[in-house]
């Protein structure tokens, strides 16, 4: 009978952060209240920003490149409808967006986040705000949205695509529309999809709210619809007292 294996695992510099186990009580708590730290920072920043679209997309698409426009339009679109667009703040697709509303006298705003690459605020943002840790980002691009654009992507794009579609399923979020504007480039992923329901993986009602599509006004149309059927809007004043102020 063998002995039992001895571990004995080196790990990389890079790698301790998240494989390192259990540390030491007091580095687990004061990085509990740097997460809560960060919370705090994006509800502060982005409290008084009103009812926002978020757009998602790749970093990488240049002005010139189709997507870039498509994205442009829906931002210049969607602030027509008195929305604010809401993207992750950096280039390529969320710079698009940003631009569109911008440009035309709507409410442009950013969550960016701390990246070694890629990553670094537009010019076309009103107000941003910059965070530390990816899931404070996702929490801070769904609680003050009420509809998604998906533009083409990569893998982060699909992990909120598919996040979203997970709050969804849960009913953790209700009459939320959702867009994937690329039929061409998503085409594997929706057939995917379609997959998934025909095993009963996920039920047809899950995607009533997606839309896919190509057309700019037509996802437009779709997140103003269930937007007025289900959604109606108050502002929320300020407080000198803390500093508040509107975008």
């Not at 993986?201 to 997606?210: A, C, I, K, R």
Request: contains cysteine; proline residues 5%; aromatic residues 14%.
């Amino acid at each position: 009978m063998s002995a039992t294996p001895e571990w004995n695992i080196r790990l990389e510099p890079r790698n301790i952060k998240y494989l390192s186990g259990p540390r030491s009580r007091w580095r687990e708590l004061w990085w509990a209240f740097s997460v809560f730290t960060e919370f705090i920072k994006g509800f502060r920043a982005l409290h008084f920003i009103g009812p926002c679209i978020t757009v998602f997309g790749s970093a990488r698409f240049k002005p010139d490149h189709q997507y870039y426009k498509q994205a442009y339009d829906i931002g210049k679109k969607m602030s027509a409808l008195g929305l604010t667009v809401l993207t992750g703040g950096g280039p390529g697709i969320m710079e698009a967006a940003n631009k569109g509303a911008f440009e035309n006298q709507g409410r442009s705003v950013g969550c960016n986040i701390v990246l070694p690459q890629e990553q670094k605020p537009n010019p076309y943002m009103h107000k941003w705000v910059t965070i530390k840790y990816f899931f404070v980002r996702k929490v801070l691009l769904v609680k003050y949205s009420y509809g998604f654009v998906v533009m083409p992507g990569g893998v982060g794009t699909m992990d909120e695509f598919f996040e979203t579609l997970t709050l969804i399923q849960t009913a953790t979020i209700h009459n939320f529309p959702v867009v994937m504007i690329g039929k061409d480039y998503y085409k594997d992923i929706w057939e995917m999809l379609q997959k998934m329901t025909q095993a009963g993986t996920v039920s047809p009602e899950d995607l009533n709210l997606v839309l896919f599509t190509d057309n700019a006004q037509e996802a437009v149309n779709h997140i103003d619809f269930y937007i007025k059927k289900h959604y109606s809007f108050k502002k929320v004043k300020p407080r000198k007292l803390l500093l508040e102020r509107f975008v």
